[in-house]
């Protein structure tokens, strides 16, 4: 499948490009082969091969999922003007 002048133009009209007369022959050019390529990919035989995520076979090396820090909310809530129930009072700013 070979692109048009016009639709190259219309492409780089959404991709905001400006184009000269050369560019948009090269341009051409260059997307007509890109679009065959992908015609050339769509005609393999992929039937029977299994989708995969990633290409290698590797496995991720997990840490343990360990309680490292200490949880100190009342500590830190000794410093705050007005708290209840664990939670910072603040306040009202919308009227």
Do not use: C, W
Not at 11 to 35: F, G, H, N, P, W
Not at 72 to 91: F, H, K, M, S, T
């Amino acid at each position: 499948m070979s692109l048009s002048k016009e639709q190259v133009q219309h492409i780089a009209m959404l991709a905001r490009l400006e184009l000269t007369d050369d560019e948009y022959a090269e341009s051409v050019a260059k997307l007509s082969r890109i679009v065959d390529f992908v015609d050339q990919l769509s005609q393999a035989d992929t039937d029977g091969v299994i989708p995969m995520a990633h290409p290698l076979d590797a496995a991720q090396r997990l840490r343990p999922d360990v309680v490292t820090e200490r949880i100190e909310r009342d500590r830190y809530q000794e410093n705050a003007a007005a708290v209840a129930g664990g939670l910072y009072l603040v306040p009202k700013v919308i009227e």
